[in-house]
């Protein structure tokens, strides 16, 4: 991981190539530009979304006009964030920037100041090695719709987010499910989604959380077995575009199905009337 981020830093900033050094430089170097790739923190975000492991790039130099520094910065936040990174294995991350954490400082040892940059990588909860779990039935048919609605673009997760994922991406996951009573003889159930939709730029996120909603909104019902005329029909959908694509997701739906009880749980009695005159 390291390594790929050392050449990509360096493919960025052509000045940094064979500066990039794992943890610290060589000691007494006398280099006026150099920088240092640090793995930080890992902390725990969600079951769909699993680790985030905080990647601490800091960026040396001796000068003392800051100019260089900030346009470095500024290059690296364009480039790095929301890239997709692919290994000489073939194990693929993304970057998402995150901030700088605390002001320049200078160096005491070296005289050199030193700025921090901030990115995170997603690494999904290691799976305990038991049999992968059944897929909800709606879940599946959501997902199919969504793949045919996008086009193949786009890969469409279920339930969290593989640890490489692709970057045209939409993530499904159940949130909620209630069964109400419809009448004697019938059910209602309701499931609730939360989707996903992640990107390279922010700007095709928004786009592609506002058309899905809207299709979802102007769809009347999403078929699960059109030969059986059994289908989920759409309650509610909203969009919230300032929610993290990667943690919250943007488009919230809600679909629900009405169907018959089983015959032994069904009312063989209706109603019952007791006359008051009868002997």
Request: proline share 5%.
């Amino acid at each position: 991981m390291r390594r790929e981020i050392s050449q990509m830093v360096s493919s960025i900033i052509p000045e940094l190539e064979g500066h990039v050094y794992d943890l610290h430089p060589p000691a007494g170097t006398m280099e006026s530009n150099y920088a240092v790739i640090m793995l930080g923190e890992e902390v725990w975000k969600s079951a769909w979304a699993g680790y985030r492991q905080v990647i601490r790039l800091l960026l040396y130099t001796d000068r003392p006009m800051l100019d260089e520094l900030d346009m470095w910065s500024e290059q690296l936040i364009q480039e790095l964030h929301r890239r997709r990174i692919v290994s000489d294995e073939g194990k693929a991350f993304t970057l998402h920037y995150l901030g700088v954490p605390e002001a320049d400082k200078v160096d005491p040892m070296t005289g050199k100041t030193a700025r921090l940059l901030r990115f995170g990588i997603y690494l999904p909860e290691v799976n305990g090695g038991g049999a992968d779990e059944e897929p909800d039935e709606w879940l599946s048919h959501l997902a199919a719709w969504t793949g045919q609605f996008l086009g193949s673009r786009w890969q469409i997760y279920q339930s969290r987010w593989p640890s490489s994922r692709e970057e045209y991406a939409v993530m499904w996951r159940l949130t909620d499910c209630e069964v109400l009573n419809s009448s004697a003889s019938m059910v209602e159930v309701r499931k609730s989604f939360t989707g996903h939709v992640v990107s390279p730029t922010a700007d095709m996120e928004l786009q592609t959380a506002i058309a899905l909603a809207g299709e979802l909104g102007d769809k009347a019902m999403i078929p699960i077995d059109a030969g059986e005329r059994r289908y989920m029909t759409v309650v509610d959908v909203t969009a919230n575009l300032q929610a993290d694509p990667v943690l919250d997701g943007q488009v919230k739906l809600k679909l629900m199905q009405r169907k018959m009880r089983a015959v032994e749980d069904a009312a063989w009695i209706r109603r019952v009337h007791i006359h008051p005159n009868m002997k």
